[in-house]
């Protein structure tokens, strides 16, 4: 069983950077979709990106659009989310995640479509 561990999260001020990563203990094969979500205190657990392995289409959720980028380096099994322009709002424990099941185009990123799970990252970005 394919196990994930993420790093790279700390507290940044806003308009700062980050980058996230997410190592995953054996292969990923092509075809699944590895998903970046997030969860803040009181707040349901989001998806925010994910990418198809193998043909690494993304899709982004829109209160991350145009600031996060995922991307996914097959030789090395890990998944990575560069986040830029941190805002107070972004504040929240990271998560990433491997699919249930393979797809052609990743779906925007749900709970239930995702079995494999890291332990999280926190992210805090003040002012």
């Known amino acids: 069983q394919v196990q994930l561990v993420e790093s790279g999260g700390g507290s940044v001020q806003v308009g700062g950077s980050l980058r996230l990563s997410c190592a995953a203990s054996?292969?990923?094969?092509?075809?699944?979709?590895m998903s970046w979500f997030r969860q803040a205190p009181g707040k349901e657990r989001e998806g925010i990106a994910s990418?198809?392995?193998?043909?690494?289409?993304?899709v982004y959720s829109e209160a991350v659009k145009g600031r996060f980028t995922i991307t996914h380096d097959s030789p090395k099994s890990t998944t990575f989310l560069q986040m830029n322009n941190l805002k107070p709002e972004d504040t929240a424990r990271y998560y990433c995640a491997r699919s249930r099941n393979y797809y052609s185009i990743c779906p925007p990123p749900k709970e239930a479509q995702y079995d494999v799970w890291g332990q999280g990252t926190q992210v805090t970005v003040s002012s």
């Open positions: 990418i198809r392995t193998g043909t690494d289409t993304t």
């Open positions: 054996g292969v990923i094969y092509t075809s699944y979709c």
